[in-house]
């Protein structure tokens, strides 16, 4: 059927009565439905406003605290109280809100650098501005910290501080910086760490005190404490010696642990010889004397004949593989006694 046909004014049987009316800009007829609306009674929008009353109230007026977390309830924006753990009941809002902040959970923080993500691998970022400081002896040491902490009393950590995280920082940095000037950069970088981290958890604490923060300070740790990367190599140089002097030091002391008791034994054993030699000397001295003494009371008694046996005795002791003879006083002439057949035979021709 051709398009003009659409607009052919006549009807089917080529005349202008009987048919459908024709649509008077020439273009097809459209039929447009009718809608009927039902009649609705006052008590239906009334029950339809009281469900949407009920959706729009049970969820503003009944809320759940986990058990990690403290209910704080304000009303028009003022603490009214605090709850536990559980359901509990409100006024909706806008007359009450509630906040449930996890005051169970430790949170952290980083002093001097930021951790941008922490799958593998890491990615670290430094902030000199608040790693960089100045030591006792004035000298540059980056210092790396990290702070975990808790919430104490979720009223004053809600309403006291606006911004946790700045606060906690700038309190961490200013804490850190104080304790890191008063001591020398061999403390920082070794021996001292430990006494600065604890003196670092005790001022942070106090601080946060002071300003009514509601945080409590879990610990402190310190990640890194390097010097400046600009002066590492000559750093290096100073631990490498640093080291030598120590295993140097460790050394002569261990030498000195084995030569010093050696030494105390052998001054022992000369000493105990010592005293052995007196104790001999001491106790041969007195018992000669006990011998003169009975010697000198014998001789009391008999001086000639004690003189005469002493004098034997003396001979005896000193001249002891010589034969030796006594002659007596009333005897004019040794000859008799002398062994004259007993001489050699080179002798006896003489």
Request: a positive charge.
């Amino acid at each position: 059927m051709p398009w003009d046909d659409l607009h052919d004014p006549k009807g089917p049987s080529g005349g202008s009565g009987g048919g459908p009316k024709k649509n008077p800009s020439g273009g097809p007829q459209m039929e447009i439905p009718q809608i009927k609306i039902p009649n609705l009674k006052p008590s239906t929008f009334l029950g339809a406003g009281l469900v949407l009353l009920a959706i729009w109230l049970v969820p503003g007026v009944f809320y759940t605290v986990q058990p990690d977390e403290e209910g704080v309830v304000t009303r028009f924006g003022k603490y009214v109280r605090s709850t536990g753990p559980g359901l509990h009941f409100k006024l909706p809002s806008p007359f009450e809100h509630v906040n449930t902040p996890k005051v169970l959970k430790v949170r952290r923080i980083e002093v001097g650098f930021r951790i941008l993500s922490s799958g593998p691998p890491q990615k670290v970022r430094d902030v000199p501005a608040e790693s960089l400081m100045l030591t006792g002896d004035q000298n540059i040491v980056d210092i790396d910290l990290v702070v975990q902490y808790q919430i104490r009393n979720a009223v004053e950590y809600l309403f006291n501080i606006e911004t946790r995280q700045k606060l906690i920082r700038n309190v961490a940095e200013t804490a850190i910086r104080g304790i890191v000037g008063s001591k020398n950069i061999d403390e920082a970088l070794t021996t001292g760490k430990s006494e600065i981290q604890v003196l670092a958890k005790d001022q942070i604490q106090s601080l946060l005190d002071k300003y009514k923060a509601g945080i409590q300070i879990v610990t402190t740790q310190l990640q890194d404490v390097h010097p400046p990367t600009q002066v590492a190599a000559s750093f290096k140089d100073v631990v490498s010696a640093r080291e030598d002097k120590e295993r140097m030091i460790n050394q002569a002391q261990g030498y000195r642990k084995a030569v010093i008791p050696e030494t105390r034994g052998k001054s022992a054993q000369i000493v105990r010889q010592a005293e052995g030699y007196k104790e001999e000397k001491i106790q041969r001295a007195q018992g000669d004397t006990q011998g003169f003494l009975a010697l000198y009371e014998e001789y009391k008694k008999a001086p000639d004949i004690t003189r005469k046996r002493i004098y034997l005795e003396t001979m005896e002791e000193i001249l002891p593989n010589m034969k030796k003879f006594v002659v007596g006083s009333s005897t004019g002439n040794v000859l008799p006694i002398l062994p004259l057949g007993q001489m050699p035979p080179a002798l006896q021709g003489k």
